[in-house]
């Protein structure tokens, strides 16, 4: 199992400035995803970051929006840059062990841009 | 692209109902998690299956492969089981998952 700490729970950012989101396991994992949450709509890949490599961006995402650090097996960070009402979403960052297992998700980071 | 489609999308029961949420999808995805988010955003995986069935406690989680249909069954809802129910194939490109739109389940006293 994998314990995430991801902070801050929620926030609410005047449009124009950035804020970075971070989460923290308690165990090295290899892969880890970073989510958006729109809404009333589902979650939706933003990209995956692995330790010692560049992001990988879903369509759609693009890195100097949404820039992610991996500095480490444990640790992560996603930065939402230039913000806009649009981006008032729910972010949230997940491990998941392999094919077939479970999978863990940080608490949620509840952003409003205004 | 693989999908996942969730019903229904909203449900409202009465304490004590037999509750089922169902989810159907597509031919890329192996296994199902089964997640619960609370109103603050946080997610808790419930069940992982990928064949068969599970139960933990009034849960119980059921996959048919063949027809690429899931379900989940909460019996003798309860108020705290008010919650948005999620289910999430791991079907994704990247080895992510890919979630369905969720259910509200409100459950009244």
């Known amino acids: 199992s994998a314990v995430i700490s991801q902070k801050p729970s929620r926030d609410i950012c005047q449009r124009g400035t950035s804020l970075t989101i971070q989460c923290q396991v308690d165990?090295?994992?290899?892969?880890m995803f970073w989510y958006r949450q729109q809404p009333g709509q589902s979650l939706t890949l933003i990209a995956t970051?692995?330790?010692?490599?560049?992001?990988?961006?879903e369509s759609g995402f693009v890195i100097d929006k949404f820039p992610i650090s991996r500095p480490n097996l444990t640790f992560s960070t996603l930065t939402v840059s230039n913000m806009s009402p649009e981006d008032s979403s729910i972010y949230l960052c997940?491990?998941?062990?392999?094919?077939?297992?479970?999978?863990?998700f940080g608490q949620g980071t509840r952003l409003t841009v205004v | 692209k693989n999908e996942v489609e969730q019903s229904p999308q909203n449900l409202t029961a009465q304490e004590g109902e037999f509750i089922t949420i169902n989810c159907s999808y597509s031919?890329?995805?192996?296994?199902l998690h089964w997640l619960q988010q609370h109103p603050g955003g946080g997610i808790v995986s419930l069940f992982m299956?990928?064949?068969g069935k599970k139960k933990h406690g009034r849960l119980i989680a059921t996959i048919n492969i063949q027809e690429k249909h899931s379900s989940l069954h909460i019996t003798a809802s309860h108020p705290r089981d008010s919650a948005v129910y999620i289910c999430?194939?791991?079907?994704?490109?990247?080895?992510?998952?890919?979630f369905g739109k969720g259910t509200k389940l409100s459950v009244k006293p």
């Open positions: 165990s090295q994992v290899t892969m």
């Open positions: 299956l990928s064949s």
């Open positions: 970051a692995n330790q010692g490599s560049e992001a990988t961006y």
């Open positions: 999430a194939g791991d079907g994704g490109s990247q080895g992510n998952l890919i």
């Open positions: 031919v890329g995805i192996s296994a």
């Open positions: 997940s491990v998941e062990g392999g094919l077939n297992t479970e999978a863990f």
